[in-house]
């Protein structure tokens, strides 16, 4: 079935460093993955998504590489502040218009 | 910058009562969809919603669950009768060429 798992529920970084968030994923066919930051009590902010047919992109201080042999993608988030605590979640999407399939989350605390 | 608009923020409700929650998604934009939240629990899909019809919807969205775009610019989830495990956060979602963009949710609870 489909499934957007992650490894971790919690990660904990200091200041300045950086953060790697894993997702892993069962099913083969997807057009894109997406993460989503949630701070609480608000909606998910997009951050960076990735096409199925690239390895790697890059964004402002965040770098998404998705390992389609392993089925793992990765959030990397460079120099962690304090503002990146929240929780982060892997998606992926099938079509232009189609359904997003979230993971669990995890819960990124950045430490001063 | 754009934004999907959601409200009202909260809604507390008895049960089997109606509720009508309400979006205005970004201007431009085609796709729309309803997700939910229950607390410390991942995203989950109800339904998506292209050219003034209903394009998938989940298990979740059973017959006490309809979507409406009256005017062209809102679009509103309705609960028939809720039921007490339909409190969660619902979100709304309006997607274009790019990703999909999320308002900050109204929180239903169910008493």
């Known amino acids: 079935g489909e499934s957007v798992g992650l490894h971790l529920p919690t990660l904990s970084v200091q200041e300045g460093d950086n953060s790697i968030i894993n997702c892993a994923y069962s099913n083969s066919a997807s057009d894109y993955f997406i993460w989503y930051k949630q701070e609480s009590g608000k909606g998910p902010q997009f951050i960076i998504d990735i096409r199925s047919n690239m390895d790697k992109r890059q964004g402002q201080r965040v770098t998404v590489l998705l390992n389609k042999t392993v089925k793992h993608l990765s959030l990397q988030i460079a120099a962690t502040q304090p503002g990146d605590s929240a929780v982060y979640f892997c998606?992926?999407?099938?079509?232009?218009?189609?359904?997003?399939?979230f993971g669990q989350g995890t819960e990124l605390s950045v430490k001063p | 910058e754009p934004e999907v608009t959601q409200t009202p923020s909260h809604q507390v409700t008895q049960m089997g009562q109606e509720v009508i929650l309400r979006c205005v998604p970004i201007s431009n934009h085609l796709y729309f969809y309803w997700y939910r939240q229950i607390l410390g629990q991942k995203v989950e899909f109800l339904v998506s919603f292209y050219n003034n019809e209903i394009s998938e919807k989940s298990e979740i969205f059973d017959d006490q669950f309809s979507v409406e775009r009256p005017d062209g610019s809102n679009f509103t989830l309705k609960i028939r009768s809720t039921k007490l495990e339909d409190s969660a956060m619902y979100f709304c979602a309006s997607k274009g060429r790019g990703a999909a963009f999320f308002g900050q949710g109204t929180r239903l609870t169910v008493v």
């Open positions: 998606a992926r999407g099938y079509n232009q218009g189609g359904k997003l399939i």
